[in-house]
């Protein structure tokens, strides 16, 4: 069984930076597509980014171009570097795992980190 783990939230001004990990245990990861998705006070689960078997990623758009999302194998940690945060960027941030290839669909993910909280003031 998998068991994820998220770090590195925390509080941060707009345009400010932070980088959260997601550690993965219980079995290497090589072959499994890493997602961030997060949820805010009212508001739907909402997929962020990313990363599947081969190393290609995804973004949503509200975050293209200011967040990126990587992984280390060897580590089994995948890394999701969030720059020019925004207020609208608040919300806990969740890890999650599948196989091989990578989903917006949060249903679609079998292993879930229990969320770390990211705020970002205006």
Do not use: H
């Not at 590195?8 to 072959?31: D, E, I, K």
């Amino acid at each position: 069984q998998v068991q994820l783990v998220e770090s590195g939230g925390g509080l941060v001004q707009a345009g400010g930076s932070l980088r959260l990990s997601c550690a993965a245990s219980g079995r290497t990861f090589n072959n499994y597509a890493m997602g961030w998705f997060r949820q805010a006070p009212g508001k739907e689960r909402e997929f962020v980014s990313a990363i599947n078997w081969s190393g290609n990623t995804y973004y949503a758009d509200s975050v293209k171009g200011r967040f990126t999302i990587s992984r280390d194998n060897a580590k089994n940690t995948v890394y999701l570097q969030m720059n020019s945060l925004k207020s609208e960027d608040t919300a806990v941030y969740f890890c999650a795992g599948r196989y091989l290839v990578w989903s917006v669909k949060e249903s679609d993910y079998r292993y879930w980190g229990q969320g770390t909280q990211v705020t970002v003031s205006s």
